[in-house]
């Protein structure tokens, strides 16, 4: 098949693209699969809200100590071997945890190790996978490969929840592990089979090896950190559907494994129209878009608080799900794009921070909120706080995010020595 070098699919003429595309479709489904298989097993152990929250937070807490440094190592070594051993540590943890469960063993002090260990690994992962896109696509392809990325992972999500609801229903948790386990295995052995000939290098400058650097060049580009601070909110409070779904299913709706698992295929729905919506939105790609799209995200999660029925709150889910990534994918392409690729890697692991480093704080709020108040005041308070969070930043930020994106890194960083220098004085 030709690909048109201007359309959709642009980047499916990059062979090493092709190979990786096709790993990371299994890996989506293995990730969305363990994602539904954990919620399930801490409910089950603990039948507690709070406990889900908690293992969410040591899942993602990792993020806050290891994302920044994910991004230097991006930078400085070779992206491909980094992405080997990130795997081989996330396939481990979910190798271990199905072991456990399918003998019986797994408690909750086990589920929390080794959410945490697999949020170790996800964290030096994220900035390092992200930069990554740019070597196997080019700097003209990158913003179409990050729109087909987030397709392969939302149609992962479309399967994976409903594969892992089945599972779980005739078998228990532990198979969801196992597969996952084997998703990384398909990752480690693409990357192993990319062709390192074909890969889009750029030769980087030795002396910005610092997370300093990466802070004072986001620092300096309010294209960048409006973007960047409107996905904190929403991964902090409006991105919560793993919790949310599983908090409603059994506490509101009253329903099983599969019921539950379901929620997260009608989501995917959504997301995997947005993802795909997205490649063709390239033009409209700034930050005023993202800002706009997290209002209408943020509404969109204040509406789902009120549906009446499991089956309304069900076809809700993916209008949620296509704001949603219809505004991230702007976000982390809008990132990616602006950014000097010598500092890229530390410019995604902040991002990457910012994005999932919010979540060990609102992870646990919410399940302790959804016990004090409610689950439908929970939902609702975090589209508020969602809302009025873009709502802000848009009004304080007006007309101050028009940064020439070519900008170098070179001028961003000896601008802000000078600065630091005029302080000093």
């Given at each position: 098949m030709k690909?048109?070098?201007?359309?959709?699919?642009?980047?499916?003429?990059?062979?090493?693209?092709?190979?990786?595309?096709?790993?990371n479709a299994v890996s989506n489904i293995g990730t969305w699969a363990q994602r539904i298989a954990q919620d399930w097993l801490v409910l089950e152990l603990t039948h507690s809200g709070t406990y889900l929250g908690i293992v969410t937070a040591l899942q993602f807490a990792p993020f806050l100590f290891f994302s920044l440094h994910g991004g230097a190592l991006a930078d400085r070594f070779n992206k491909r071997t980094v992405l080997i051993w990130t795997n081989v540590g996330g396939g481990a943890a979910a190798l271990i945890l199905g072991i456990l469960e399918i003998t019986h063993i797994a408690n909750i002090a086990h589920v929390c190790l080794l959410a945490l260990a697999l949020g170790i690994s996800s964290a030096i992962d994220g900035p390092v996978r992200q930069s990554f896109t740019a070597e196997i696509v080019g700097e003209s392809d990158v913003a179409n490969a990050v729109s087909l990325n987030s397709a392969n992972f939302n149609a992962g999500r479309l399967i994976g929840p409903a594969i892992s609801g089945w599972l779980i229903a005739a078998f228990g948790t532990g198979p969801s592990f196992l597969v996952n386990a084997f998703s990384y295995a398909c990752v480690i052995v693409a990357l192993l089979n990319l062709r390192e000939d074909k890969f889009f290098l750029k030769v980087q400058s030795t002396s910005m090896t610092s997370v300093r650097e990466g802070l004072q060049y986001v620092k300096a580009r309010p294209d960048l950190y409006v973007a960047i601070l409107i996905v904190f909110f929403m991964g902090t409070f409006g991105l919560n559907f793993q919790i949310f779904n599983a908090l409603a299913a059994t506490k509101i709706f009253g329903k099983g494994p599969a019921s539950y698992g379901l929620l997260g295929t009608f989501i995917a729905i959504g997301s995997l129209s947005g993802a795909l919506?997205?490649?063709?939105?390239?033009?409209?790609?700034?930050?005023?878009?993202?800002?706009?799209?997290?209002?209408?995200?943020?509404?969109?999660?204040?509406?789902?608080?009120?549906?009446?029925?499991?089956?309304?709150?069900?076809?809700?889910?993916?209008?949620?799900?296509?704001?949603?990534?219809?505004?991230?994918?702007?976000?982390?392409?809008?990132?990616?794009?602006?950014?000097?690729?010598?500092?890229?890697?530390?410019?995604?692991?902040?991002?990457?921070?910012?994005?999932?480093?919010?979540?060990?704080?609102?992870?646990?709020?919410?399940?302790?909120?959804?016990?004090?108040?409610?689950?439908?005041?929970?939902?609702?308070?975090?589209?508020?706080?969602?809302?009025?969070?873009?709502?802000?930043?848009?009004l304080v930020f007006r007309g101050r995010a028009g940064v020439p994106k070519d900008i170098s890194v070179e001028s961003v960083l000896k601008a802000a020595d000078d600065d630091n220098q005029n302080e000093a004085n």
């Open positions: 690909i048109n070098e201007s359309g959709n699919w642009r980047s499916f003429r990059h062979r090493n693209y092709q190979i990786l595309f096709a790993a919506i997205s490649a063709r939105l390239e033009r409209f790609r700034s930050t005023y878009f993202v800002v706009r799209g997290s209002v209408v995200f943020s509404i969109c999660v204040i509406i789902l608080s009120l549906m009446p029925s499991y089956l309304w709150y069900a076809i809700w889910l993916p209008v949620c799900g296509l704001a949603a990534l219809a505004t991230l994918i702007t976000a982390n392409s809008l990132v990616q794009v602006n950014s000097d690729p010598a500092i890229r890697g530390r410019v995604m692991g902040i991002y990457m921070l910012i994005f999932m480093g919010g979540t060990p704080f609102g992870s646990p709020l919410i399940g302790i909120f959804s016990e004090l108040f409610g689950v439908r005041w929970t939902i609702a308070g975090c589209g508020f706080i969602s809302l009025a969070a873009a709502v802000t930043i848009g």
